[in-house]
């Protein structure tokens, strides 16, 4: 039992909770944590917002599977943080949000700077704390790590009023790591009953499909889906979540499902019998309209979380349970599968309908090809970070990803602004991988300030601005559905990216032929060193294929090419 | 279908926004909700009333049990239970004719009189909630001025 001050027990707990580095601004509230932290051996990340700083933090969990651990200020700084924890907590993140607060004699007095963050946070949190002694703050801290890290992943806000962090508290060094909170006990392993029956279900199935989202990544189960799929013969298709988690070039592969999702995959999924969905939570964006959803296929569905299931889509065979424990499991049961007429129908599928683009020679640069190239000059091994709209799924379609934590992008939320301080967090996390921001004109001026960042650390992200001038996914359904009525989607005024790339003192290079693009994306890769390529592509570029939002699945659009 | 649940929790401060915010955030009705302290210090039950189909009944027990700080999710309806009310409800009663007619009711109902004023007479009922629905139905003719009900609260036998 050490006496310690509040601000000097959150830094013994970020150090044993193995933090190596956060990203936080100061503020009013918060100037005795950094007081600690100036002595403190702990890696201090100045974002220049805070919103950077919670999806610089969010892209560092996802592409290290650490606790990401961000800091804010009582009041705005709090409040900025919020679209990063919904982010976060939309697409199961780990993450820790540290804010500051006013003294706890001023709160509810409308103070300055003060906002009842706990209460903003509580439906965007896995849970939230307002710390009110200073002795409850190791056990609380302590807490917020366990439940942001294990079941379901997710963010954890602990609010810390600005004299509970200068007050001397208890600080117990042989307190125990085996966190007991009766209300939280998630349950890893899967009913072995169940499992049982849902190999029943399988070992009959004639035209089963693997349904694999973001779980599988959590829990690390990507060998364990593959050895599954390989036993029984099963097609997979991933979520936008999950993509990473299954060999991009392997036969039963059918790439992404859903709105943006292949021919293929979403034909075998609506002619399935059998849906295996694991760690995926039938996201509208994956199952369309969902009363025409895969109308002949049982399910069977395995997830960490109970609240997950039948939520949206009945399911059969229920298992809860983390996705690694159940999968080994039920290898264990499954026995081996030929379908040899089902994989020949899906073999048509895919011959009818590849991903396909058109770029000539000295047409506009189509966006499809930009990535194709970035995937080749960087073998497939860049940890690929983006914001969201068309870029994002063009390049769920075209970067073939063999790791599922070389895809950061926000899925659940679609948080524009996300990409380029996920692509920073990235990067800290993995200083040995090359990371790179595919990033839209629109998203990238959201959060445009982390350049800042980027060069006072000098993080060697290389920024690839697919830049047609508008926010096109927006645009583009207008186009389809809205009679081209392009409101408040034209971007004709946008700034010059170079230029201000320059003025963060970051290189920068304008491409607009296609005879430029591999020299300028092999000029950035050479150095490690921040570098922003501003490609103008095809300004009417569209996403195909596209599920209109609320149809059917099986009502794809294919484009005009096809 | 109208479901009672009991939602053994945290005696924590902030544990009813928690609740009360999961069922408007996700859009589900409450009926009634009680709140109170158990034999144990740090824990109290809620019971509550919501209705749903089976499907939404299902989510919000998941729902529930996903909150850090609920311990424990029963749902009450199909099991055999004791539930009672409590309300209290205030009648004028300025003409004093009707006064002994209302006290008369009263009885029958095994209702008390716990305030009488020369303007109005507070009475208080325990039951079931049809038993206290049907009682303030009676009330009704005799003019009801305010009325005020706990909410359901239950357990198991």
Redesign the interface.
């Known amino acids: 039992m050490t006496k310690l001050t509040g601000a000097q027990i959150l830094i013994k707990v970020l150090k044993q909770e193995g933090v190596e580095l956060v990203f936080g601004y100061p503020g009013g509230v918060l100037i005795p944590i950094y007081d600690a932290l100036y002595d403190a051996d702990i890696r201090h990340i100045l974002p220049r917002h805070e919103q950077g700083g919670a999806h610089a933090a969010d892209g560092y969990a996802r592409a290290t599977g650490k606790v990401g651990v961000c800091i804010g200020t009582s009041g705005p700084g709090a409040t900025n943080l919020v679209t990063g924890i919904a982010t976060a907590y939309m697409d199961s993140v780990p993450l820790v949000a540290i804010t500051g607060q006013v003294q706890t004699s001023l709160i509810g007095g409308d103070a300055f700077q003060e906002v009842d963050i706990t209460g903003i946070t509580r439906p965007i949190t896995k849970h939230n704390y307002l710390v009110k002694d200073v002795n409850d703050l190791q056990r609380i801290l302590k807490e917020a790590f366990h439940i942001a890290r294990t079941g379901r992943p997710g963010p954890v806000l602990v609010d810390i009023p600005k004299d509970v962090s200068v007050a001397v508290g208890i600080y117990n060094s042989k307190l125990s790591d085996n966190i007991e909170i009766r209300g939280y006990k998630p349950n890893y392993k899967g009913h072995i009953g169940q499992i049982k029956k849902a190999v029943e279900l399988i070992n009959k199935a004639k035209q089963p499909i693997i349904y694999a989202g973001g779980g599988v990544k959590i829990s690390g189960a990507t060998k364990e889906l593959y050895e599954l799929a390989k036993t029984i013969n099963a097609p997979v298709a991933l979520t936008l979540m999950a993509l990473g988690s299954f060999p991009p070039d392997d036969k039963l592969y059918l790439g992404m499902l859903g709105m943006h999702g292949t021919y293929y995959a979403n034909m075998s999924i609506n002619h399935s019998d059998l849906i295996i969905a694991i760690g995926a939570r039938f996201d509208d964006r994956v199952t369309g309209k969902l009363e025409e959803f895969a109308p002949n296929a049982q399910i069977i569905h395995i997830d960490i979380d109970p609240a997950a299931i039948s939520k949206n889509v009945k399911v059969d065979i229920p298992i809860v349970g983390d996705v690694k424990t159940v999968l080994t499991d039920m290898l264990n049961y499954v026995k081996e599968k030929e379908h040899k007429e089902w994989l020949k129908q899906i073999d048509v599928w895919k011959k009818q309908q590849p991903l396909t683009y058109n770029q000539t020679e000295s047409g506009p640069l189509k966006p499809q090809y930009i990535i194709e190239e970035i995937y080749n000059l960087t073998k497939g091994e860049a940890i690929i970070a983006t914001e969201v709209g068309q870029h994002q799924m063009w390049t769920a379609q075209y970067y073939k990803f063999t790791n599922p934590r070389h895809f950061i992008s926000s899925g659940g939320l679609g948080t524009m602004g996300f990409g380029l301080p996920a692509s920073m967090g990235a990067q800290l996390g993995c200083p040995d991988k090359r990371v790179i921001c595919i990033a839209g004109d629109g998203s990238l001026q959201m959060n445009i300030q982390e350049l800042a960042t980027i060069r006072e650390h000098n993080i060697p992200v290389i920024i690839a601005l697919l830049n047609n001038s508008y926010l096109g996914m927006v645009r583009q359904w207008q186009e389809l559905f809205f009679k081209k009525r392009y409101m408040a989607t034209d971007l004709v005024k946008n700034p010059n990216f170079t230029k201000i790339a320059n003025a963060y003192d970051i290189k920068a290079l304008k491409i607009t032929k296609k005879s430029e693009v591999v020299p300028a994306i092999k000029e950035a890769l050479k150095n490690k060193e921040p570098y922003l390529l501003d490609f103008i592509i095809n300004r009417e570029e569209n996403v195909f294929p596209m599920v209109p939002a609320g149809a059917a699945v099986s009502n794809m659009i294919l484009g005009g090419e096809n | 279908m109208h479901h009672i649940i009991s939602v053994t929790?945290?005696n924590k401060f902030?544990v009813l926004?928690?609740i009360a915010?999961?069922f408007a955030?996700r859009g589900y009705n409450i009926g009634s909700l009680a709140v109170g302290p158990t034999e144990k210090e740090d824990i109290s039950t809620i019971v509550l009333t919501v209705s749903g189909d089976d499907?939404i009944i299902?989510?919000v027990i998941?729902?529930l049990?996903?909150?850090?700080?609920?311990?424990k999710v029963v749902d009450l309806t199909e099991k055999e239970i004791v539930k009672r009310e409590l309300l209290l409800i205030k009648i004028s009663a300025e003409h004093t004719t009707k006064r002994s007619e209302l006290f008369q009711i009263c009885e029958v109902f095994k209702s008390k009189i716990v305030g009488i004023t020369n303007k109005n007479v507070i009475i208080e009922l325990s039951g079931a909630p049809a038993k206290i629905d049907a009682f303030i139905n009676i009330m009704r003719p005799y003019g009801i001025l305010e009325v005020s009900r706990t909410g359901l609260i239950a357990l198991a036998r």
């Open positions: 929790v945290e902030g926004s928690r915010g999961l955030g499907k299902e989510q998941k729902q049990n996903r909150l850090i700080d609920v311990i």
